[in-house]
C-alpha cells in the first residue's frame, strides 16, 4: 500500500459570485490540470444574510456537472426546464448541464440566519458535453452515514466507501465524494484508488495529513501566511492536494477534524473555459456564446 503524500496545502480565497454572494473559493479558473475532471470548489457560508440573500440569478451553463451539498439553510432552485424546488440540511443535488441549461440558486438562512454549502464542478468528457440535461436531487436521509469502531464517521454522497454505496450515480467523473468525520487525536487511514486525482477540504477542527515516510506534520505552505514553509496542522478552509498513491492517512487535532474526500478519474483532454461555460476548444466556446446571444443555447425544453 502506498499512502499519498501531500502536494500542497493552500486556504480558500475570499470571493464575490452570483449578485454579490460572498464566499471562498479554494479553487478554480485557471489551471485546475492537478485536479481533472474538478473545475471549481466553492464554500459558501456565513452568519449574516446580507452576505448570501442576493444569491445566483438566473445564468447559464454547459458542458459540466455542477455539484451542490447544504449543509445549513436552504438553497432554492429552478430551470429552463422547469424544474424547481429546495435543498435542505444534509441535501444535495447532482446537475448535469450537458448542452446547455438556465437556471438559479437562492440561498435562505435557517432560523439563526446561518447558511452553509458548498459547490463542486465535475468536467465533462467531450462525448457528453452536448448531453441531454439532468437533475439528481438527494434528501438528507438518503445518503448513507458509516460508523467505524473509533467513532470515525463518513457519509458516502457519491461512488463506493467501506461497502456503502451513495445515492448519486452515472456521472461521468465516475467520482467519489465523501463528507467525513474523525474524533480527536485519532488516526485515519482511507483509501482512495490510485487513477484518481484527490483533494480535502477542511470545513470543521484541525489535524494532520501525513506523507509516506515522516511521522511529522507534512511539510506544507504556511496557510494563510505566505510567509515559506512550516510544519502545521491543517484547518479550516484548507484544500490538501494529494500526490499519487492509495491511501489518504489523517489525523485530527484536540476538535477532531471534518472535511470532505474527493477523487475522481482525470478525463485529460483540453479545456476551453469561459464563466460558466466549459467546452474544449476556443470555436466551441464561441458557438455557445453566439447561441446564448441569439437565443439558440437552450438545446430541450
Known amino acids: ?5 501531500v502536494k500542497r496545502v493552500t486556504e480558500s480565497q475570499p470571493t464575490l459570485e452570483g449578485a454579490g454572494v ?26 449574516d444574510p446580507a452576505d448570501y440573500i442576493a444569491g ?26 422547469g424544474n424547481k424546488g429546495t435543498l435542505g440540511s444534509g441535501d444535495v443535488q447532482w446537475m448535469t448541464a450537458g448542452s446547455g441549461i438556465l437556471h438559479q440558486e437562492m440561498p435562505k438562512g435557517d432560523q439563526q440566519g446561518r447558511m452553509h454549502g458548498f459547490q463542486l464542478w465535475a468536467n465533462l468528457p467531450s462525448s457528453l458535453k452536448m ?10 436521509k438518503d445518503i448513507s452515514e458509516i460508523t467505524d ?26 467520482p467519489r465524494y465523501l463528507d467525513v468525520w474523525v474524533p480527536p487525536g485519532h488516526r485515519k487511514v482511507l483509501p482512495v484508488e490510485t487513477t484518481r486525482h484527490a483533494f480535502a477540504y477542511v470545513f470543521q477542527g484541525a489535524g494532520s495529513f501525513r506523507d509516506a515516510s515522516s511521522p511529522k506534520p507534512v511539510l506544507t505552505d504556511r496557510v494563510g501566511s505566505g510567509k515559506g514553509m512550516a510544519f502545521e496542522q491543517t484547518g479550516n478552509r484548507s484544500l490538501v ?23 475522481g478519474k482525470p478525463l485529460q483532454e483540453p479545456v476551453a473555459w469561459q464563466g460558466p461555460i466549459v467546452m474544449n ?5 464561441r458557438q455557445a456564446y453566439l447561441e446564448l446571444r441569439n437565443g439558440t443555447f437552450i438545446k430541450e425544453r
Open 1 to 5: 500500500m502506498s499512502i499519498r503524500a
Open 22 to 47: 460572498h464566499l471562498r473559493r479554494a479553487f478554480g479558473f485557471g489551471n485546475t490540470g492537478d485536479f481533472d475532471p474538478f473545475l471549481l470548489f466553492d464554500d459558501f457560508r456565513g452568519d
Open 56 to 81: 445566483f440569478p438566473w445564468h447559464p451553463h454547459r458542458g459540466i456537472e455542477t455539484i451542490t451539498y447544504v449543509l445549513a439553510g436552504n438553497v432554492n432552485h429552478g430551470d429552463s426546464l
Open 131 to 140: 448531453t441531454s440535461p439532468r437533475y439528481q436531487d438527494v434528501a438528507a
Open 149 to 174: 469502531d473509533d467513532g470515525t464517521k463518513v457519509r458516502v454522497i457519491c461512488g463506493e466507501f467501506w461497502g456503502k454505496k451513495g445515492p448519486v450515480e452515472g456521472i461521468a467523473a465516475d
Open 241 to 263: 492536494l494529494f500526490d499519487a498513491g492509495d491511501e489518504v492517512t489523517v489525523t485530527a487535532g484536540e476538535a477532531g477534524i471534518r472535511f470532505l474526500l474527493v477523487s
Open 281 to 285: 476548444t476556443q470555436e466551441e466556446l
